[in-house]
């Protein structure tokens, strides 16, 4: 493909550049619309369905997928599932699927399920994941509602098959594989929005909407959902992998905005984990406990979500600095001076480089710190001049502002496609993508340590910090089929790990644990949580049939 035809693409509108990956499934989506409603009325809308002659693309983060065989008595330690020489390749063995169990999903989901090799072969790969698995799906199946949901897994358990619930394969590390086969749960089908209540400010979905396609129909209410992750990810995989984005530094992650879940267990069972409600002190927080378990406790059917007014006014400003410590402590000073913005992301000179290359831009490459502020507008105004004033005593230059929506827009879209702008220094090349946060104090010098040993590869290596909550990522740049390459890219992603683990930090931030960071969860939380953990998952999944293999390390006994 030549270049300056790459390039065009990656300039158009998000939503063009996502239906471009979409391309492998060939088929459009379009959200569901069902009831829309305040507290006094209720106001029907009429049904957009999919066209039913196509198999959908999968548009809701995967909640995990398969990676081990599942074992009857879940006490058992099993061996490592990862090859020696390289830990993203992820082994399993395949056990063929009884033609008993194809019959019974063939009569729940009639013709929303295939068989077919291309189909299932794309939804054992991930999209931009460079972890790798031995084997693929054997079934792939579209369900349409909850029901058809707990019948399948119903199925699945009685003859012991592992399910893996899946959707866009945006999920980085591994979930979305199938080393051992079985059944691919894709839930795109499931995107209706079920109830919208504007004086409640919630809204009730089910797990195949796509956090952009929900804004778009929240827009004209004067209501969004704050999160904002990658491209593609949906409602149901967003909560599975307990996710956040830009916009965590002032709304929170998942965990924040979620009031309630509908669950499909293990054994077919459909769990109501809350009321409604904004607060509630009614038993265990189930709704906690299913945010971030990646699909091996259930299968998400249905989210209440927290909404938010869209902000009156808003300024976006940017900021240049000599070193990405500068940046990072002006990110510090911004959050410790109780300024309210609602995002800080620092971006690397390499990453400013690659954004100008994808772009055709010309911005200074340099350090470069992006907020924004919301509120009224002299108030907002007001915080510019603050934090200008707080980066001019830490080397800051060339502060610019943003006022205009469509220039806001087109930073904020250059932000959301920084991983896609880095493959236009190395279009051949993929990208492993380090997700470590640290308590905010300590941003700087990670950042800072971080910084020397990626300058120091013979890789190129970008860096993007969610700054105002001590998120920091790195995408590193290597060559899939050098080995060489792929060893100095593991070596740079464990250095940043144990460095930010050295410093009571997490080796996820946001993008969970799936197989790539389980081999660290026992220096984080240590032997004991990690028991608890399987105690959890073994009373919920006797047959561990859920998602088996992701989250919790194989070695862990109780």
């Given at each position: 493909?030549?270049?300056?035809?790459?390039?065009?693409?990656?300039?158009?509108?998000?939503?063009?550049?996502?239906?471009?990956?979409?391309?492998?499934?060939?088929?459009?989506?379009?959200?569901?619309?069902?009831?829309?409603?305040t507290n006094s009325e209720s106001t029907k809308h009429p049904f957009l369905f999919w066209s039913s002659s196509l198999l959908p693309i999968a548009l809701a983060v995967s909640a995990g997928s398969l990676a081990l065989h599942?074992?009857?008595?879940?006490?058992?330690?099993?061996?490592?599932?990862?090859?020696?020489?390289?830990?993203?390749?992820?082994?399993?063995?395949?056990?063929?699927?009884?033609?008993?169990?194809?019959?019974?999903?063939?009569?729940?989901c009639q013709d929303n399920m295939t068989l077919d090799y291309e189909e299932r072969y794309n939804h054992g790969k991930p999209q931009n994941s460079f972890h790798k698995a031995v084997n693929i799906p054997d079934v792939v199946v579209f369900p349409r509602s909850e029901e058809q949901v707990s019948k399948i897994v119903k199925s699945c358990d009685k003859h012991k098959v592992p399910i893996v619930p899946y959707g866009g394969a945006t999920s980085l590390e591994g979930h979305t594989l199938s080393p051992n086969g079985g059944v691919c749960i894709d839930m795109s089908l499931m995107n209706r929005v079920k109830a919208l209540h504007v004086e409640d400010m919630d809204v009730v979905v089910e797990p195949g909407v796509g956090w952009m396609e929900l804004n778009e129909y929240l827009e004209p209410y004067g209501?969004?959902?704050?999160?904002?992750?990658?491209?593609?990810?949906?409602?149901?995989?967003?909560?599975?992998?307990?996710?956040?984005?830009?916009?965590?530094?002032?709304?929170?992650?998942?965990?924040?905005?979620?009031?309630?879940?509908?669950?499909v267990l293990a054994n077919g069972d459909v769990v109501k984990t809350a009321s409604r409600a904004r607060k509630s002190a009614a038993g265990y927080d189930l709704t906690r406990l299913v945010i971030g378990s990646e699909g091996t406790l259930g299968v998400i059917t249905e989210v209440t979500l927290r909404l938010q007014k869209i902000p009156q006014y808003s300024v976006v400003a940017m900021c240049n600095f000599p070193t990405v410590k500068d940046a990072a402590d002006v990110a510090i000073a911004t959050m410790l001076s109780g300024i309210q913005v609602s995002r800080v992301e620092l971006l690397d000179e390499v990453q400013v480089r690659a954004i100008n290359i994808a772009n055709g831009k010309s911005l200074p490459e340099t350090p470069t710190l992006m907020f924004e502020f919301i509120g009224t507008e002299a108030y907002s105004r007001e915080q510019t001049l603050?934090?200008?004033?707080?980066?001019?005593?830490?080397?800051?230059?060339?502060?610019?502002?943003?006022?205009?929506?469509?220039?806001?827009?087109?930073?904020?879209?250059?932000?959301?496609?920084?991983?896609?702008?880095?493959?236009?220094?190395?279009p051949n090349f993929e990208a492993m993508i380090s997700d470590v946060c640290v308590?905010?104090?300590?941003?700087?010098?990670?950042?800072?340590?971080?910084?020397?040993?990626?300058?120091?590869?013979?890789?190129?290596?970008?860096v993007i910090a969610h700054a105002g909550d001590g998120n920091f990522h790195t995408l590193i740049l290597f060559d899939p089929n050098n080995e060489e390459h792929r060893q100095e890219a593991q070596r740079l992603n464990h250095f940043m790990v144990h460095t930010a683990l050295s410093m009571e930090g997490t080796c996820t931030g946001e993008h969970g644990v799936g197989t790539g960071k389980m081999k660290y969860l026992e220096q984080e939380l240590g032997m004991e949580a990690l028991k608890t953990m399987k105690r959890i998952k073994a009373a919920l999944d006797p047959n561990n049939t859920m998602n088996p293999g992701k989250l919790i390390p194989s070695h862990v006994c109780f």
């Open positions: 493909m030549a270049m300056s035809s790459w390039f065009s693409r990656l300039r158009c509108s998000s939503k063009c550049f996502f239906n471009s990956l979409a391309l492998r499934t060939s088929v459009s989506r379009k959200l569901v619309r069902t009831q829309t409603t599942p074992q009857s008595d879940p006490s058992l330690c099993e061996a490592p599932s990862v090859d020696s020489r390289a830990d993203f390749v992820v082994k399993g063995s395949h056990k063929e699927v009884p033609r008993e169990l194809i019959d019974e999903l063939k009569a729940i209501l969004f959902f704050p999160l904002d992750p990658g491209l593609g990810a949906t409602i149901g995989g967003m909560c599975a992998t307990r996710c956040s984005g830009s916009l965590a530094v002032r709304y929170g992650t998942m965990r924040d905005n979620v009031i309630s879940l509908k669950v603050i934090v200008k004033n707080i980066a001019s005593e830490h080397n800051g230059s060339d502060f610019v502002f943003a006022y205009d929506p469509e220039t806001k827009r087109e930073l904020w879209k250059m932000r959301k496609e920084a991983l896609w702008a880095c493959f236009a220094m190395e308590p905010l104090s300590c941003l700087a010098e990670l950042i800072s340590r971080s910084k020397q040993e990626l300058d120091a590869s013979e890789l190129i290596c970008t």
